[in-house]
């Protein structure tokens, strides 16, 4: 099942991606560019880019890159906010790269990992491996799965402005995989979408990585470099092509 085609609409993009912070994207810029040790005139490529906050923000700061995605829509967004950066988006789906030790550093952000069965996942790793260039680094941002089951929301109801959402969780133990409902009810129309993803732990997601050919820098639990604990919302993974 390809959730993603339908999850990732025009609701999505109003809901969840536009109103995402500036000042956040920056933040999380300095520590891409800390952690993966670019310096301006790199190139990185940014898988599952969304509408490209992170590469452009980059691009800002002297480095270049390609972003991939699979949304159409997320991609002409992209194009259009770049203007006269010097990155490239393309609507590509990210288990079709076939990009060869071009990369200065890859970047996967906001769990864009973790959409397919467990060997096309394993494959997007080996993939995005072989893009970079010898000795660089992979950083790789998905939630923690132990706070993510701790404090997993069973049912929740949200108004955002004329939009409500009504959205439903439950976690697999047999899977590791997180099934979502969600309801969206705009202007009198009623909207459904299902999302199943897989989560990782912090050893399922290093034995991923090794298989894919990486040895792990560190493993962080957020944006300042803070260390992975139990209660932390990310689990953020730099990794370097051996």
Same mark, same amino acid.
């Given at each position: 099942?390809?959730?993603? @085609? ?8 109003? &809901? +969840? ?24 005139? /790199?190139?990185?490529? /940014? ?15 002297? %480095? ?7 949304? /159409?829509?997320?991609?002409? %967004?992209?194009?259009?906010? @770049?203007? /006269? ?44 491996? @072989? ?32 939009? +409500? ?45 090794? &298989? ?20 932390? @919302? ?9």
């Amino acid at each position: 099942m390809e959730w993603f @085609k339908e999850w990732f609409d025009e609701n999505y993009l109003e &809901l +969840f991606l536009k109103p995402q912070n500036e000042e956040l994207t920056k933040r999380q810029v300095d520590f891409i560019i800390d952690v993966l040790n670019l310096n301006r005139g /790199d190139r990185v490529l /940014d898988v599952g880019c969304g509408i490209g906050r992170h590469l452009i923000e980059l691009a800002k700061r002297g %480095i270049k890159g390609v972003g991939i995605d699979i949304v /159409d829509r997320f991609i002409e %967004i992209a194009k259009e906010n @770049k203007k /006269d950066l010097d990155i490239e988006f393309l609507k590509m789906d990210e288990r079709n790269t076939n990009f060869s030790e071009e990369f200065d550093g890859v970047i996967s952000m906001w769990t864009s990992f973790g959409y397919f069965s467990d060997d096309e996942n394993l494959s997007v790793l080996k993939r995005i491996q @072989k893009a970079l260039k010898p000795n660089k680094r992979f950083l790789l941002d998905i939630e923690n799965v132990y706070y993510l089951i701790k404090n997993l929301v069973r049912e929740r109801w949200e108004r955002k402005g004329n939009i +409500f959402l009504l959205e439903r969780n439950k976690f697999s133990i047999m899977n590791g995989r997180i099934k979502t409902k969600r309801i969206i009810i705009k202007e009198g129309k009623v909207f459904e979408y299902e999302r199943i993803y897989r989560i990782f732990t912090k050893t399922e997601i290093e034995e991923y990585l090794s &298989l894919s050919g990486f040895k792990i820098i560190n493993v962080f639990g957020g944006y300042t470099k803070e260390p992975l604990k139990e209660n932390s @919302k990310r689990l953020i993974v730099l990794a370097e092509k051996t």
